[in-house]
């Protein structure tokens, strides 16, 4: 395990509209307003054609091929994430959410799309004096948190 300690910044609280795409416009936001990290939590609906990334095709191999799941119709949602900066000082989102509809639901990364549909709540709790950066992993191919 590796850690470090952060102090509590601003709270910001966003409505993302109708048809924006969750990450970007995350992104956007805390690029807008210098925030470097925060930790977030989001609720609303995601629209059809949204995508999530759901695991890796196969578990511990060299090359990770990641699953798309693409939402068949609407869906409500719940998710929570983290903002840090990669090594060039851009805020890169790292969120899962849950998408439910009638009695199924699906987890997973928002990372390949996910759009709104009317409405997401998004509380942005700002992170200061943090050293998290995510830095790529050539092992596996991801942007990794590191302390």
Not at 7 to 25: N, P, Q, S, T, Y
């Amino acid at each position: 395990m590796k850690y470090s300690q952060a102090k509590l910044g601003r709270i910001f609280v966003i409505r993302l509209e109708d048809g924006d795409i969750v990450h970007e416009e995350i992104e956007r936001f805390a690029r807008n307003q210098s925030v470097k990290a925060a930790s977030l939590i989001i609720i609303g609906g995601a629209d059809k054609d949204s995508k999530l990334v759901v695991g890796p095709e196969q578990g511990r191999m060299k090359t990770i091929v990641p699953i798309e799941h693409i939402l068949d119709d609407i869906h409500e949602v719940a998710g929570v994430g983290t903002i840090f900066p990669d090594d060039e000082g851009n805020p890169v989102l790292h969120m899962h959410m849950a998408c439910g509809r009638k009695t199924s639901t699906i987890t997973g990364c928002i990372r390949n799309g996910v759009k709104v549909w009317h409405i997401m709540e998004v509380i942005l709790f700002e992170l200061t004096e943090t050293t998290g950066i995510r830095t790529f992993e050539s092992r596996i191919g991801f942007k990794l948190l590191n302390l």
